[in-house]
């Protein structure tokens, strides 16, 4: 199932958006770097974008490897996309890279801060190869840029099991 029920009660593409580690920090941590705005005031403006584009988001937050490897299978039959900022785990997580490829869904990359732009580490994202691409560098914006590239990508694609899907996960639309 890749759509919800939308307030509206329309049937809306659901777009997931993935919060990782120290992001429920966002607003008092490094503002300099990630801004003052908080994980909350995002979301809030992701709702309300979501419901100009005709889209249903839901967001999620964890500081726990497993629990974004499970909301990310749990997306796998639930949502159209992935909007993903997966913090630290960026840099070193193959599980939630795995996860990614599994759930077969089209997946965007967010990043506040223009990691090319920090220390060497940062450069190395274990998801920017399996993404549809990747926003970084634009602060809490980025994640409204993120929300209206996936529901572009979703219009311009068929929900699964409508179209069928391709062995091993179609991750670009066709
Ligand atoms: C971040 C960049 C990561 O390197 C860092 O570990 C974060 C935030 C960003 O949004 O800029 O936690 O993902």
């Known amino acids: 199932?890749?759509?919800?029920?939308?307030?509206?009660?329309?049937?809306?593409?659901?777009?997931?958006?993935i919060n990782g580690p120290n992001l429920?920090?966002?607003?008092?941590?490094?503002?300099?770097?990630?801004?003052?705005?908080?994980?909350?005031?995002?979301n809030r403006r992701l709702e309300r974008l979501a419901a100009d584009l005709g889209v249903a988001v839901e967001t999620f937050q964890s500081n726990h490897e497993g629990e974004l490897v499970d909301r990310i299978q749990e997306a796998a039959s639930r949502a159209s996309a992935i909007i993903i900022n997966a913090g630290?785990?960026?840099?070193?997580?193959?599980?939630?890279?795995?996860?990614?490829?599994?759930?077969?869904?089209?997946?965007?990359?967010?990043?506040?801060?223009?990691?090319h732009a920090r220390e060497d580490?940062?450069?190395?994202?274990?998801?920017?190869?399996?993404?549809?691409?990747q926003i970084v560098g634009f602060g809490p914006e980025g994640y409204e840029l993120a929300l209206?590239?996936?529901?572009?990508?979703?219009?311009?694609?068929?929900?699964?099991?409508?179209?069928?899907?391709?062995p091993g996960g179609a991750r670009r639309p066709r």
């Open 1 to 17: 199932m890749a759509k919800v029920e939308d307030s509206g009660s329309r049937w809306a593409a659901a777009v997931w958006v």
């Open 148 to 166: 209206r590239a996936a529901a572009s990508l979703i219009k311009k694609r068929p929900a699964r099991g409508e179209s069928g899907r391709r």
């Open 24 to 42: 429920n920090l966002l607003g008092r941590r490094e503002p300099a770097l990630y801004g003052r705005s908080s994980l909350a005031e995002i």
């Open 88 to 115: 630290a785990y960026t840099h070193t997580s193959v599980a939630v890279r795995d996860a990614l490829v599994a759930s077969g869904l089209p997946v965007i990359e967010v990043h506040l801060s223009n990691l």
């Open 121 to 133: 580490f940062r450069h190395r994202s274990f998801i920017a190869d399996v993404a549809i691409g």
